[in-house]
Nanobody, 125 residues
């Protein structure tokens, strides 16, 4: 049973928008920081965006600033990534991540112990 499950990926044209969702299983008793990462073939998994437990702090990778917005709904144990003005270089597998440790918003993979299985986002030119 996956503890984090992503949804909302797909194929879109450049300039379009896409919304990703991530839901955390109840087996994860405590949720602090959550984040989105992405990985393309032959490349390392890279940071996209992260959000603190209360949602009052968010960080973004430079190339997505102003285009992507991260948010969360703690009551539903969900996190979202609204992706706008998509570019072909945003094509990747996107992963949801979370930590139960008292970590505020973090861009480091090492700070997250829970990961989803990933979802494909493809942007055509």
């Amino acid at each position: 049973q996956e503890q984090l499950v992503e949804s909302g990926g797909g194929l879109v044209q450049a300039g379009a928008s896409l919304n990703l969702s991530c839901v955390a299983d109840k087996s994860i008793l405590v949720l602090h920081a959550m984040g989105w990462f992405r990985q393309s073939p032959g490349k390392e998994r890279e940071f996209v965006a992260s959000i603190s437990s209360t949602g009052d702090m968010a960080e973004y990778e430079d190339s997505v600033k102003g285009r992507f917005t991260i948010s969360r709904d703690n009551r539903r144990r969900m996190m979202f990534l609204r992706m706008g003005s998509l570019k072909p270089e945003d094509t990747s597998v996107y992963y949801c991540a979370a930590t139960g440790r008292q970590v505020s918003s973090s861009p480091s993979k090492k700070d997250y112990e829970y990961w989803g299985q990933g979802i494909q986002v493809t942007v055509s030119s």
